[in-house]
């Protein structure tokens, strides 16, 4: 059999240690498993809420002021809807609403409910007189609220349900506790299975990249517990750290099983395969991992306090993948040696080899570099037309307008909307403050100027704090809350309608509500967005060009990664806010795009994106340094990875798609949706279209940098040396 002398790498290093001493290796990977879970869930447990909105904004600001001057009157609210075949102001019903508003009164965190049949009470029964909604206000806001008073609420409520008269209820305390968790991600994972054992055709070889994925994504759980007490965290992040953390995870590992097989079948002994697998393929697997990392931490700059929760649980469950790809997996590959192709499964069992030249790929990259210029104008516009419906995008929180018609919140919508209006499912409330008591007599013109508003359908009479210097006073739009008609109302309000009513007194009026939040998160947003795309691709782009010593090459990758979310982009607005073929993965209603989703999705597919670039121009340097012809280098290097790339690519595809199955969180069905999308088109359109096409057109071009420059950047090369490198090329002439 052949050998290798001993590595120098350090990552050789690494290899070895872990491949010799691989039962010390996998214990301490059991016990930190145990222990990290132990004190994420036993010591500290998960403390997840669902709160939105910046601390800094008007909303935000509206919100303390009301918590200050109306303790009782300062958390989120809720909507008991009551619906009787037969007037609401019947005996019977009259009763029954009576009695389930005193019970409710008296339920733990509730400040207090307001009867719609009392003498007080204004417009909280429909014109029809069938449909009358009372509303319940907690002493606190929905994510401090502890979840059995909440459902104390509901079970109260839903005990005075008999024939003809039915209650449902709504509002952000009752959407809490109707989270259900989600099991798409074991879809994923049986999807997965199939296909690595379609591309291993081995049951050992397909087991490993799903061990390193469960312990990374195991540990990234357990650590999010304990951000959650830290951070305000969606109850959401787990699944979303499972889409990512299975993905990369399984892509990671399966790259360096495939470089190991090629080893054992090109003749070197076990302990070789592993060192010369970690210290080509591992290599790769951290550039492309730091590449994710350093997308995801670009979320920080969206100053979203729920965002930070979902970026670092992300981050240390891509951290946890990285570190069992380059540690585990060599230690588990000692203990597999030889019999990694054991257990075959027949008629798919077949010995992987370095010789790609017989393969579809090489013929199809030569087909490509004698066609460049079609080729690369075809995908380009295919990839435009995917993008162009992002132009339309509407970016609002959605409302429970978009949930399940079998959950009590989407009934109690629909009752609302039907008897009162859209817009009385996310009314604003303004937080009035006067400096004095004498000031009190502007409520009267503030409520009559926006009653006088278009799209204002009511205005409740104000309601003054027991000092007298501060009112709350409710406004009920026309439209619903994820209107961009509501989005313009908030904005008119503020800029027109409220400075010219309150003109010559000293009042100050704050618009906040849930309504108001989304928007202002909205704009918020919407303001960051050029400084998260700008840091995420400045940041990788150097990291690129240390690495691979090119600006060609990373301009490229840049460009074609943001064309992959542009189409991804595209066909989310397609299919969630236009409506088509969303009958097909169960989206009932469209909707406008939650304002975090696009950078969001766009920090997580850049890295995603990265890591195929990553993947396959290394390979492609690799051929390059070694033969110095760059034509054959772009075909040697597709038609080495075309297989296990698009194994990959498949698994991500398919993790990220389970969540349009069965799940019943509309963002998580978005997120699946423009994750696969883009993963799909990088793996086809980009990477066997684009990227050879364009790097036929640059030539020597692509290896091209000053020498100034190569002198500035740092060497990035965590194997210690490089290969012998060609002669500097002269940039090509055009």
Request: net charge neutral; hydrophobic share 50%; charged share 15%.
């Amino acid at each position: 059999m052949q050998t290798t002398a001993r590595s120098a790498t350090r990552l050789g290093r690494l290899a070895h240690y872990c491949y010799t001493r691989r039962k010390l290796v996998l214990g301490l990977w059991i016990l930190g498993l145990i222990a990290i879970t132990v004190v994420g869930q036993g010591l500290f447990g998960a403390s997840f809420s669902n709160k939105f909105g910046s601390g800094s904004s008007e909303s935000a600001r509206a919100q303390k002021l009301l918590q200050q001057r109306f303790p009782t009157a300062s958390g989120d609210s809720a909507q008991v809807v009551f619906s009787a075949t037969g007037p609401v102001t019947d005996l019977a019903n009259q009763a029954a609403i009576g009695a389930l508003v005193s019970a409710l009164a008296g339920l733990p965190h509730v400040g207090s409910v307001t009867n719609p049949l009392s003498a007080t009470a204004r417009g909280q029964v429909s014109p029809d007189g069938h449909i009358a909604f009372a509303t319940v206000q907690f002493d606190k806001p929905s994510q401090d609220l502890p979840k059995p008073a909440i459902k104390a609420v509901i079970a109260t409520a839903e005990q005075a349900r008999h024939p003809g008269f039915d209650v449902e209820l709504g509002g952000p305390p009752i959407d809490l506790v109707e989270f259900a968790v989600p099991t798409s991600e074991y879809i994923g994972i049986i999807a997965a299975m199939v296909i690595l054992l379609i591309a291993f055709g081995s049951v050992v070889a397909m087991g490993l990249p799903l061990i390193i994925a469960i312990f990374g994504v195991g540990c990234g759980f357990a650590v999010l517990d304990i951000l959650s007490h830290r951070f305000s965290t969606p109850e959401f992040a787990p699944q979303l750290a499972a889409m990512i953390g299975l993905g990369v995870g399984i892509d990671y590992a399966l790259f360096i099983v495939t470089r190991y097989r090629h080893g054992l079948h090109d003749g070197l002994e076990p302990e070789d395969a592993v060192e010369l697998a970690l210290t080509t393929s591992g290599r790769a697997v951290l550039f492309a991992g730091i590449t994710v990392v350093i997308s995801l931490l670009g979320l920080l700059l969206m100053g979203q306090p729920f965002v930070v929760g979902l970026a670092l649980g992300a981050v240390a469950t891509v951290l946890f993948v990285m570190l069992g790809t380059v540690t585990l997996l060599p230690a588990l590959l000692g203990f597999c040696g030889r019999a990694i192709d054991k257990l075959r499964i027949p008629g798919l069992h077949h010995k992987d080899t370095g010789s790609g030249r017989k393969t579809m790929a090489y013929r199809w990259s030569r087909v490509i570099q004698r066609h460049p210029w079609s080729a690369a104008l075809l995908s380009l516009a295919i990839l435009v037309g995917l993008s162009l419906p992002l132009f339309s995008m509407h970016l609002a929180f959605t409302d429970d307008g978009n949930a399940a018609t079998n959950l009590t919140t989407r009934k109690a919508y629909d009752l609302l909307a039907t008897g009162f209006g859209p817009g009385s499912n996310g009314p604003l409330v303004l937080a009035v403050q006067f400096p004095s008591t004498a000031d009190q007599g502007v409520l009267t013109r503030l409520s009559g100027a926006i009653q006088q508003t278009t799209d204002v359908a009511f205005v409740v009479p104000p309601r003054i704090s027991p000092e007298g210097d501060t009112a709350i006073l409710v406004v009920i739009p026309k439209s619903s809350p994820q209107d961009s008609k509501t989005q313009d109302l908030v904005h008119a309000l503020r800029q027109g309608v409220i400075p010219s009513a309150t003109r010559g007194s000293d009042a100050q009026v704050l618009v906040g509500g849930f309504t108001a939040v989304g928007v202002d998160s909205s704009t918020d947003l919407a303001r960051r967005l050029p400084w998260v795309i700008g840091l995420v691709v400045g940041l990788s782009f150097i990291l690129l060009m240390a690495v691979f010593r090119s600006i060609a090459v990373p301009v490229k990758a840049a460009i074609m990664n943001l064309l992959s979310i542009g189409a991804a982009y595209g066909v989310v607005v397609a299919v969630f806010q236009k409506g088509y073929f969303g009958s097909v993965i169960g989206i009932g209603k469209t909707g406008p795009v939650d304002p975090w989703v696009p950078l969001f999705l766009f920090t997580i597919l850049f890295g995603l994106s990265m890591d195929y670039e990553v993947f396959l121009l290394s390979r492609i340097r690799e051929e390059y340094l070694r033969t110095g012809d760059n034509a054959t280098a772009v075909a040697d290097g597709l038609a080495a990875t075309a297989r296990v790339i698009t194994a990959a690519a498949a698994i991500m595809v398919c993790v990220f798609g389970s969540f349009l199955i069965n799940d019943p969180i509309r963002v998580l069905k978005l997120f699946g949706l423009g994750l696969a999308t883009a993963v799909f088109v990088d793996a086809t359109l980009v990477r066997m279209v684009l990227v050879p096409a364009t790097m036929e057109l640059l030539g020597g071009a692509n290896w091209w940098l000053p020498r100034w420059l190569d002198r500035l950047l740092p060497k990035v090369d965590v194997e210690g040396a490089e290969p012998e490198v060609i002669p500097e090329p002269e940039p090509v002439a055009t």
